[in-house]
């Protein structure tokens, strides 16, 4: 009986029976070189979902400082005083800000509180394009001044707009409405109809290379406007 139960204690943790000193469980060597082993066969321990999770609640509470939303602790965080090394939490935070910048768009009031080379603010360009397009203009000698200058903040200066960007992409920027004085940039979550960036969005984000590319064809099969038993047929 102890030996069928010592074969199936070994055949679940996938070694073999040890003779000398290696018979004892506190072998160091033993238990590291199958640790993994065992952990994989059971399903893992789910460290790596755990660390993804704390990235989308990291990534949203950089939303909430990106758009200085009216909480205390955004305030507090805001107004502390810089030093010469940065907190492991800031460092974290800043960390996130490529999940932010991925799907997301400012709407500028004024040009100077944004980062206009780095900070999306073209709805009808992706971030990759956007990224692209201020790289190529940065040879060209346009200054910082004269692109934040583009918007007076009830209007846009179609002068200096289609004399940067051309009359094409010209033309989709004057057809941005910007936000009027003295109301303050505002950041847009693009996937969300809110504008408001959720914990699910920056996990799905961070870990879209998990997730199996979204079909049109799901959205209509499970459309609202077919009943659950002939969605379910399909």
Not at 52 to 77: D, G, H, I, P, Y
Not at 179 to 200: D, E, M
Request: aromatic fraction near 8%; glycine fraction near 6%.
């Amino acid at each position: 009986m102890e030996n069928i139960r010592r074969d199936s204690i070994l055949q679940l943790l996938s070694v073999s029976q040890m003779h000398g000193e290696e018979i004892h469980l506190g072998n160091q060597d033993l238990w590291l070189s199958n640790l993994g082993i065992l952990f994989v066969n059971l399903g893992g321990l789910g460290l790596r979902k755990i660390e993804s999770m704390n990235r989308a609640f990291l990534a949203k509470l950089t939303w909430s400082l990106l758009s200085k939303e009216q909480k205390s602790w955004v305030f507090c965080l805001l107004s502390m005083e810089s030093k010469c090394s940065d907190s492991i939490l800031w460092k974290s935070i800043l960390d996130t800000r490529d999940i932010i910048k991925h799907e997301s768009i400012t709407l500028a009031a004024k040009g100077d509180s944004i980062d206009v080379w780095r900070q999306s603010w073209i709805p009808s360009l992706n971030h990759h394009k956007f990224d692209d397009l201020m790289e190529s203009l940065r040879p060209c000698g346009y200054t910082i001044k004269i692109v934040v200058d583009l918007s007076s903040g009830s209007s846009w200066d179609l002068e200096k707009i289609l004399q940067i960007f051309g009359e094409i992409l010209g033309e989709r920027i004057m057809a941005i409405p910007p936000v009027p004085l003295p109301h303050s940039n505002k950041l847009i979550w693009k996937a969300r109809k809110n504008g408001i960036l959720s914990v699910k969005d920056a996990y799905y984000m961070d870990q879209a290379h998990c997730f199996a590319l979204r079909k049109e064809i799901w959205n209509r099969i499970w459309s609202p406007k077919i009943h659950p038993r002939l969605a379910i047929m399909l």
